[in-house]
Nanobody, 123 residues
Framework: QVQVVESGGGLVQPGGSLRLSCVVSGFTSDGYAIGWFRQAPGKKREGVICIPSRDSRTYYADSVKGRFTISRDDANKTVYLQMDSLKPEDTAVYYC????????????????WGQGTQVTVSS
């Protein structure tokens, strides 16, 4: 059974930082891809950052370039999303998703999803 678990959300002031974690288990190898998505109330789910399994460039949404960074620890099956300089418009439920070889950073390309973690940016 493939399982994806996110953690690290919370309430933060504008300009603050949060670090989200995503732990993936159940794949037979470490050749899986990870995508971070977010969904605000009444809005469609959008791709934020997607890191490929191999031979592809990491995707960053224009709205988070220069503020969000991603790292991957294959030994511990964990991906970290570091979010700096947070803005109120970053408020959303953030989801981690996994699959083997997605070709685009869109939700339809990912089969395995975490439960989501709420990020609220407010003064």
């Amino acid at each position: 059974q493939v399982q994806v678990v996110e953690s690290g959300g919370g309430l933060v002031q504008p300009g603050g930082s949060l670090r989200l974690s995503c732990v993936v288990s159940g794949f037979t190898s470490d050749g899986y891809a990870i995508g971070w998505f977010r969904q605000a109330p009444g809005k469609k789910r959008e791709g934020v950052i997607c890191i490929p399994s191999r031979d592809s460039r990491t995707y960053y949404a224009d709205s988070v370039k220069g503020r969000f960074t991603i790292s991957r620890d294959d030994a511990n099956k964990t991906v970290y999303l570091q979010m700096d300089s947070l803005k109120p418009e970053d408020t959303a439920v953030y989801y981690c998703a996994a699959d083997s070889i997605p070709v685009a950073c869109v939700s339809e390309m990912y089969d395995y999803w975490g439960q989501g973690t709420q990020v609220t940016v407010s003064s």
